[in-house]
């Protein structure tokens, strides 16, 4: 995600989103569409909705395993009634699970009479809907900035349970497909969409823009026609429904875990990744870097699969920076995006550093360097503390022989193995100097800043979060104090995103001495990080 939000301005937008599709509710009621459904359902349609809404969420809280206390509160604020009974204070009972499963695996009624009015009245508002729905659901996935794969799966999973009433095959077509939702995913496109009601009619045709995705041929994203039946027919609803069965909490938790990233397509993967890359925290030098050297190598790939001539290119990189920088885990990234794009056939990284690759005596530099080179293969190795390997005043040092071993082997392996040095940037520069090889292969620089205060506060909250914990206010701006009082000479050696680990990890130990004291501590207070926790000596 490029923006991050605030959990404040998350909650406004789910807000916003939620008076969108009341307001397509009343319409629905106001023009008759819901006579007929109330009398079987005996509700009225805004209890529909919000029981809707509220499942929703309470399912891709159970898809990501995570019903910490910012889930409870956003799932009993956003609709204007708490008709699924989520409380802040407590787990929910396994009924609540079970009955937001029960809701989801019936016809979305209200997406349904969305069309129908569509089909009569030649409006739009099946999409729009969704598109309302959609931010809701990102809204929530991105509290705290905790967005990963597991929210990505679930949004994809779902838009294919209701895919088939997003689809008139007489008007449009489908009306909304997957390339919108992983487009939506990765740009973070959170707002306040929808068009005026009374604007809606007037304005189909901006809205078909909007929301559908040309199948011309001149998209290169490879688009996905909507899903059909061996005689090219649309799948009716019915048919869709007909594969749902009861299920227990246990079996749709077991069920969500054994979704495994092979089930996406490698396209989809190379979006989810993408989407990783570019929702870290800072580093958007890095991020800029990283993306263009991608573009480079999909358009190379497209020139090689219509023969157009092409100039050799070295795909191995230098990152340069202070430690806790996020080096390693933009390395992991590149090795992952690097195989879905087809450069290399594995994906993995190996990390090593001068102690992996040089060993004490004469002959046996040389099998190191191999044996790790041959675990890297298909992958990218990535050699931390690089400029160890020439450092060094010794006589009988074999940090040479490792160099010219490796530089072989990066030549025999050329289009198989990608190798990242990482290091501070001066003692780089030597680095490469002590081989002339070396200059000529790692011919692309990435510089990775320190990250600023409101950086690493980020990176705070996301720990905390994804450990369960919430920040309280007055902890927070004890936090910033800290962190801003810090002497130069302590920040040089703070260490980043690792000295914010290690800040963390005793923050929790403070926090757990002083819970330990409680007689019977609520999870309240087995999650919240007071401003007493940030002790820090």
């Known amino acids: 995600m490029q923006q991050l939000y605030t959990n404040s301005k998350l909650y406004t937008i789910a807000g916003e989103n939620y008076r969108i599709l009341l307001k397509f509710c009343r319409l629905l009621d106001e ?46 604020a956003v609709a204007s009634q708490n008709l699924m009974g989520v409380t802040q204070d407590e787990e929910p009972l396994d009924q609540v699970y079970l009955d937001a499963e029960r809701i989801m695996k019936s ?13 009569e009245k030649q409006t739009g508002i099946t999409g729009l809907f969704f598109d309302a729905l959609m931010n809701i659901i990102l809204a929530m996935a991105y509290l705290n900035n905790q967005q990963n794969a597991a929210v990505f799966e679930f949004i994809k999973l779902y838009f294919r349970s209701i895919e088939a ?25 959170l707002e306040a969409s929808g068009k005026h009601l009374a604007e809606v009619n007037d304005d189909f045709e901006l809205y078909k823009k909007r929301f559908l995705f040309y199948k011309d041929g001149s998209s290169n994203f490879g688009i996905e026609e909507v899903s059909a039946n061996s005689t090219g027919e649309p799948v009716k609803a019915d048919s869709v429904q007909k594969e749902a069965a009861e299920r227990t909490k246990e079996t749709i938790i077991e069920e969500c875990n054994a979704k495994t ?52 290119m070295s795909y191995h990189m230098v990152f340069t920076g202070n430690p806790g920088t ?17 450069l290399l056939s594995i994906g993995n990284l190996v990390e090593t550093d001068r102690s992996g690759l040089v060993a004490g005596y004469v002959g046996q530099t040389a099998l190191k360097v191999r044996e790790v080179v041959e675990k890297a293969i298909g992958g990218v190795l990535f050699i931390d503390e690089a400029y160890a390997l020439t ?82 206010e007055d902890a927070l701006t004890r936090l910033k104090e800290y962190l801003l009082g810090m002497e130069d000479q302590r920040k040089e050696s703070f260490g980043n995103a690792r000295g914010i680990r290690n800040l963390f990890e005793r923050i929790v130990v403070n926090q757990a001495n002083r819970v330990v004291g409680y007689p019977e501590p609520t999870i309240q207070q087995l999650s919240s990080i007071l401003a007493d926790d940030i002790r820090i000596g």
């Open 31 to 76: 023009e008759g569409y819901w006579e007929k459904p109330s009398l079987l359902l005996e509700r009225d349609i805004q209890d529909i909705l919000d029981i809707y809404v509220q499942s929703v969420l309470i399912r891709l809280a159970l898809h990501c395993n995570r019903m910490n206390l910012e889930e409870r509160r956003f799932i009993a």
């Open 107 to 119: 016809p979305p009624i209200l997406i349904q009479l969305c069309g129908l009015r569509d089909k």
């Open 165 to 189: 009433f997003l689809y008139d095959r007489k008007m449009t077509g489908a009306l909304v497909d997957e390339k919108y939702i992983f487009r939506k995913i990765c740009n973070g496109e």
């Open 261 to 312: 990233q092979e089930e996406v397509s490698r396209a989809e993967k190379l979006e989810l990744l993408m989407c990783e890359l570019n929702g870290l925290v800072g580093l958007s030098g890095v991020k800029e870097e990283i993306n263009s050297l991608i573009n480079l190598i999909k358009v190379r790939k497209l020139r090689e699969r219509y023969a157009l001539p092409d100039m050799d």
């Open 326 to 342: 996020g080096k390693t885990t933009v390395a992991r990234l590149v090795s992952a995006i690097y195989k879905e794009i087809g």
């Open 391 to 472: 450092s060094s005043s010794a006589g009988n040092d074999f940090g040479k022989e490792a160099l010219e071993t490796l530089v072989k082997l990066m030549e025999d392996n050329r289009d198989n193995l990608v190798v990242i040095v990482a290091g501070y940037s001066e003692e780089m520069k030597q680095f490469l100097k002590a081989n002339t090889g070396l200059v000529s292969r790692f011919n692309r620089f990435i510089e990775f800043p320190d990250y600023d205060q409101k950086e690493l506060i980020d990176i705070f909250l996301a720990m905390a979060n994804k450990s369960g914990f919430v920040v309280e």
